[in-house]
């Protein structure tokens, strides 16, 4: 029989990711690039500055031209990936969904491998209730960058959500060696609210042995 799970107050999802490397070109995406080539197009406003790195820099400070820098950097072919990715963190902040699908599939298609997309994904289908294609994402992320703690968080709410309580337990679990103590405070909560609800499972199985 399936279990209500009560969730802490603070128990909400973690937040998209913002790509923030310089990613080198193709098929090296997901490779930092310790010595970037510079861009042959070089907008005045920043020089020594490639379009993507313009527009991440006007990103984290959330002037609206990041949008048109990112556009930009897709045209000249300047990391596709993640301006496709960064533009669906924008698009999904104004709360287009439908935009910010479109991106971040659209960086997945350039580079299938794409963490951050994964995860974003992930995000944006949790937002929208579709919990089976989240939890592929999550997955898919959690392959490609298993160091990044909140993907695992975000993992074990859907499996939590699912009923797939040991699943979630271990997701969360892993979230909490990944992060300082005081940021797993809330995982730690959950986890004890989850194996209650285990340790009640198997009670009831036991009885109606």
């Known amino acids: 029989m399936g279990q209500i799970i009560k969730f802490p ?3 909400s999802k973690l937040g998209y990711k913002r790509v923030r490397r310089r990613a080198t ?3 090296h ?3 930092l690039d310790l010595f970037p080539r510079p861009s042959a197009q070089i907008l005045s406003f920043v020089s020594g500055l490639s379009p993507f790195e313009q527009a ?3 990103d984290e400070r959330g002037e609206e031209q990041a949008a048109e ?3 930009r950097a897709i045209d000249e072919h300047d990391c596709i990936a993640d301006a496709h990715c960064n533009l669906g963190i924008i698009e999904s902040q104004k709360g287009n969904t439908a935009k910010a699908l479109d991106r971040f599939t659209a960086s997945l298609k350039h580079d299938p491998r794409h963490a951050e997309s994964h995860y974003n994904l992930g995000n944006l289908y949790f937002e929208v209730n579709d919990l089976r294609l989240a939890q592929i994402h999550y997955e898919m992320a959690v392959e490609l960058e298993p160091s990044f ?3 695992y968080f975000n993992l074990g ?3 939590a959500i699912n009923n797939d309580l040991g699943a979630a337990v271990s997701s969360l679990n892993k979230y909490q060696e990944l992060v300082p103590a005081e940021e797993g405070r809330i995982a730690g909560e959950l986890l004890e609210t989850l194996k209650k609800s285990l ?3 198997k009670n009831s199985g036991y009885g109606s042995a």
């Open 157 to 159: 709410l859907v499996q």
């Open 56 to 58: 991440l820099m006007l």
């Open 199 to 201: 340790a009640a499972a």
């Open 149 to 151: 703690p909140n993907v």
């Open 69 to 71: 820098l990112y556009a």
């Open 29 to 31: 995406q997901h490779q």
């Open 25 to 27: 070109p193709a098929d």
């Open 9 to 11: 107050v603070q128990a």
